[in-house]
Structure formats: C-alpha cells, structure tokens
C-alpha cells in the first residue's frame, strides 16, 4: 500500500470533491494500491488534479473547454467522458458543449466529431442532463 504524499491527498480531494464519492473513492483506491497502474494514477493525482486543476490564471470551466477540446481533438472518448461530466460540474452547459463540437468539426473531421458526439452525449444522459429524445448518430442509423 502506497501512501499518499500532500500534493497527491490534495488532488484526490479536488477530483473527488468533483466526481462524487464513489468516484473519489476508486481513484484515491487506485493511488493508493501497489497495483499496476497505480504510479500512473498518483501521477494524475499530482499533475492534473493538484498542479494544473489549481493552478490559478483561467476558471475552471476554462480549463474544462480546453481539456474537452484536446481530448476531442485526440478522439480520447472514455476520457472524454469524465472530463464531459467535469465540465457539467464545472459550469458548462449543454449548448456549450455543443457549441464545442461545432467549433471544432472543420478542425479535426466530422469522423471525429462522431466519436466526440457519442461520448458526450453518453456522458451526459449519465450526469442526466440530456435534453430528452437525443440520441447518437449509432442510434439513429447514421454510423
């Protein structure tokens, strides 16, 4: 069992405090164990939740556009979807988020922007913000 030093309780708490409990409590689970994979996640702990997430100089939503559009942009769609659902905590709206993949299709492909449309629509019927009756280009017989 790895112990946690204070930059890494301190990102766990903040991903936590966004995420929910459980959430919290599989990830602080997984920094905290010596299985494989654990460094990577006390790494995130570190890094992402701790050094950038708190870093001051733009808003947490802000930064919740900017990691949505990269992770759109490396068509990362698991991870995408936490970071949708980050987002939603952070401040954003539906229509910004579409508004997100508008502005990004002529950017990185309509193939892409599929993939990104699934998985954000996935992750907000999850979060349950989906406007009713939307559904995915799978489930409309277009992909």
Request: charged residues 20%; glycine residues 10%.
């Amino acid at each position: 069992m790895a112990k946690l030093d204070e930059k890494q309780e301190i990102g766990v708490n903040f991903i936590a405090g966004i995420m929910g409990e459980k959430f919290g409590d599989a990830f602080r689970d997984a920094a905290s164990s010596d299985r494989f994979g654990s460094p990577i996640t006390r790494m995130a702990a570190t890094a992402c939740f701790h050094d950038a997430w708190q870093h001051p100089g733009i808003s947490r939503k802000e930064k919740s556009i900017a990691i949505v559009s990269m992770l759109v942009a490396q068509r990362q769609p698991l991870e995408l979807k936490n970071h949708v659902k980050i987002g939603l905590a952070n401040g954003l709206t539906v229509a910004e988020l579409e508004g997100i993949l508008v502005q990004l299709a002529p950017y990185v492909g309509f193939p892409c922007i599929a993939t990104a449309t699934t998985a954000v629509v996935e992750a907000m019927r999850e979060a349950g913000v989906s406007p009713d009756g939307l559904e995915t280009a799978e489930e409309r017989g277009l992909l």
